[in-house]
């Protein structure tokens, strides 16, 4: 099956600076890759994705990137905020009927103010 | 959109004793997953129905568990003879198949079971 691997486990930055996540999957047929933030004590919420045929996807101040070849996507954000802390997954699915999205196992951001 | 809701947001069990837990996912979502998620990490798929159809569960998952999806609407999850270790957050979503990608999951905000 799919195993989605995610680094770092927890990520510290300051107010205004950048974040990087990383994450690797290992099934070629995968084609879908959202990201959710997760706040303490709430529900995971999508964020942005990225779809295959794509190598880069903005939204404001995030994007993601994806490079197939070596099976890894990335997201960052710029400009940092408090706000910004919470828990980050990225997740990998393939189509049609193997819907099971596989998740990573999390990224803790804190945005020091 | 109402969203996904699940019920009862907490559950407090003693070891061996059975509960139920209840999502409805979004109405026009034919797609609808159980996932499981503990402390610092990412939910644990558990199973997932297509309209009615469950097509897929985890290995993980013992035969104290069981989901149904009866009308292809709400969905349940059963776990029997509870234990300790089954103390999660559980958590449904619902999605809309699509042939080629894949619509991103919208989850519940979760059923919190506590096992003593």
């Known amino acids: 099956g799919e195993n989605v691997e995610q680094h770092p486990s927890t990520l510290s930055v300051q107010e205004g600076d950048s974040a990087v996540i990383k994450c690797t999957y290992s099934?070629?047929?995968?084609?879908?890759f959202p990201w959710y933030k997760q706040e303490l004590g709430k529900r995971p919420q999508l964020i942005i994705d990225i779809r295959s045929n794509v190598g880069e996807k903005k939204d404001q101040r995030i994007a993601v990137t994806l490079n197939k070849t070596a099976k890894h996507f990335s997201l960052h954000i710029t400009e940092t905020q408090p706000e910004d802390s919470a828990v980050y997954f990225c997740?990998?699915?393939?189509?049609?009927?193997?819907?099971?999205?596989?998740f990573g196992t999390g990224t803790k951001l804190q945005v020091i103010p | 959109d109402t969203g996904v809701s699940q019920d009862p947001r907490h559950k407090i069990t003693k070891r061996g004793q059975n509960v139920t837990f209840r999502c409805d996912p979004i109405s026009e979502h034919n797609r609808l997953y159980w996932y499981r998620q503990t402390l610092g990490q990412g939910p644990e798929f558990l199973t997932y129905f297509q309209n009615e159809a469950q097509l897929e569960k985890s290995r993980l998952l013992s035969n104290r568990f069981s989901a149904e999806r009866p009308k292809g609407s709400f969905s349940t999850l059963e776990i029997q003879r509870t234990e300790q270790g089954d103390s999660a957050m559980y958590l449904c979503?619902?999605?809309?198949?699509?042939?080629?990608?894949?619509?991103?999951?919208?989850f519940g905000n979760g059923t919190r079971l506590t096992v003593t």
């Open positions: 997740a990998a699915s393939k189509p049609g009927g193997y819907q099971k999205v596989t």
């Open positions: 979503a619902s999605s809309l198949a699509g042939s080629q990608y894949n619509s991103p999951l919208h």
């Open positions: 099934d070629s047929a995968s084609n879908y």
